[in-house]
């Protein structure tokens, strides 16, 4: 069965690698990133309508400067943040099932005009809002940092799917896998979503898209992957 590989950061990637091991799969763990607190002061809650988080990352790294949030709805991302974000004493009001552009629409249709986004160093835009009137403000409360790799793992990842998760980590990978010499056509990916697939560029063995933004949509388009190639192989 060809290798797994899991480049998210902790502690999803042991949630990830965890999943795939139930069902038998072969799983090598190389995170890409490591996420940290870093810090912030949280503005005047009053100027704000809701809570925006599109990862769960900023729940978990947010620091004591969140209690003063906590009376505010949240607006998350999907399920996994939501879960987060009640499991942290949040009171959390809409769910989106896509991407923060998205989850900003949907509060904005609800009547939640101005948010504030608790998220990280390197983020993705939520929307126009964002830059024209401030209706969405960043506030950076955690980063995630490139993990150190040598040419020799990157060269490794031939032969192996690969999980990807955020278009950081697939235009890493990308780089990784130009800097060492790795063939991509031997390299097959399954990601998240189409902006993360498109995000890795071009060359690659195949590249399967998870049929809704969420790791155990990753994991059983892995799963389902290895089966089919198990099956021709037998042929």
């Known amino acids: 069965m060809t290798p797994v590989v899991v480049l998210r950061p902790e502690p999803g990637n042991t949630r990830t690698a965890t999943a795939l091991r139930a069902l038998g799969m072969d799983v090598r763990q190389i995170p890409l990133f490591a996420v940290v607190p870093v810090d912030w002061t949280s503005p005047d809650p009053a100027r704000f309508d809701a809570l925006l988080l599109t990862s769960a990352n900023a729940v978990r790294h947010a620091g004591i400067g969140v209690e003063a949030l906590k009376h505010l709805p949240v607006v998350a991302v999907g399920q996994a943040t939501a879960a987060a974000a009640r499991a942290a004493g949040f009171g959390v009001a809409l769910t989106g099932n896509a991407d923060g552009r998205a989850a900003v629409a949907l509060a904005q249709d609800r ?9 990280g160093r390197d983020r993705a835009a939520t ?3 964002e830059d024209r009137d401030r209706a969405v403000e960043p506030v950076t409360v955690y980063a995630s940092n490139p993990v150190p790799l040598d040419d020799a ?6 032969n192996n799917a690969i999980l990807l998760h955020s278009t950081r980590a697939a235009m890493r990978l990308a780089a990784l896998v130009d800097a060492s010499g790795a063939a991509r056509a031997r390299i097959a990916l399954v990601a998240i979503s189409q902006a993360v ?9 195949d590249v399967t898209i998870a049929p809704q933004p969420t790791d155990a949509a990753v994991v059983a388009c892995a799963a389902a992957r290895a089966n089919t190639r198990a099956i021709d192989q037998r042929g």
């Open 197 to 205: 697939g498109d995000a890795a560029g071009a060359g690659w063995q």
């Open 127 to 129: 929307g126009e809002a």
């Open 111 to 119: 009547g939640f005009a101005r948010l504030l986004h608790l998220t």
């Open 153 to 158: 793992v990157a060269r490794s990842f031939e």
